[in-house]
């Protein structure tokens, strides 16, 4: 068979040939080599200036790896007093409060964009009617560290967080509920990944979390396995 034909015979598509023609050579390699110099350069940097801090053994030496993030709620303290950064409709809210049955469940989200709008949070605030209306669950809407932010030091025994996984968000929320979590206190969250394929969304988890526990000498204790959703992650202090 002809090297130029395709299985059917066929010869090679007019599209191709035309963009032979119209791009040679060198314009096509120069295009190709810029594409994947971009994916490479996105692999390794989610914003330009943000520094890569490894983990090192000492930051994993108490890890303990989890089939999911059912399983890490199975971790928490129960009837712990907690925090959720990012609600969205409450669908992993209904499981913390099912397997963890926390005395106080704090849902704090700004439900302010296009995608999370007010449609969204009346979803969220029906799922959670009960646990609103019987004082187990407190809801607060605007911008997750905001919010954290005017809770009482050390008032928290874990925060969960899972909000834009922008590195920019992330560092702010882990710095501010590295303060309102109590001594040995927990900080866990979503997406723990470099980001989505599907959506071409670069995400800063990975970078803001291990940049906080290189800095603030805390650990990495959980992290969890599933393909299906992102993994999570769980940090605390290095006693």
């Known amino acids: 068979m002809d090297k130029k034909t395709n299985h059917e015979g066929s010869s090679i598509p007019f599209r191709n040939r035309i963009s032979r023609i119209l791009l040679p050579k060198f314009f096509r390699g120069w295009i190709f080599k810029f594409m994947i110099d971009s994916i490479r350069h996105d692999r390794i940097r989610p914003e330009p200036g943000v520094e890569i801090y490894e983990l090192s053994k000492e930051h994993i030496e108490n890890l303990v790896i989890l089939p999911t993030r059912r ?3 199975e971790k ?6 907690c925090a959720e950064l990012g609600v969205n409709e409450a669908e992993f809210s ?3 409060i099912e397997i963890v049955s926390p005395d106080k469940l704090h849902l704090i989200d700004l439900w302010g964009s ?6 969204v949070m009346e979803d969220a ?4 009617k009960k646990e609103i209306e ?3 669950a407190e809801v607060h809407r605007g911008y997750s560290y905001d919010v954290l932010e005017e809770f009482p030091e050390a008032s928290l025994d874990w925060v969960y967080i899972d909000t834009d996984h922008t590195y920019s968000t992330t560092i702010k929320e882990i710095e501010v509920a590295s ?7 927990i900080i866990a969250g979503h997406d723990y990944i470099e980001g989505t394929w ?3 969304i670069r995400y800063g988890v990975m970078e803001a979390v291990n940049e906080f526990c290189v800095k603030n000498d805390w650990e990495m204790i959980y992290r969890t396995t599933e393909i299906t959703t992102p993994p999570s992650f769980a940090i605390r202090k290095k006693n």
């Open 198 to 200: 599907n959506n071409w």
């Open 114 to 119: 296009e995608r999370y709008d007010e449609k």
């Open 71 to 73: 399983d890490l709620l």
């Open 179 to 185: 303060r309102k979590v109590k001594p040995n206190g």
């Open 76 to 81: 928490m303290q129960k009837g712990s007093i």
């Open 134 to 136: 019987s004082g187990q």
């Open 94 to 96: 209904k499981e913390i």
């Open 125 to 128: 605030l029906e799922r959670v």
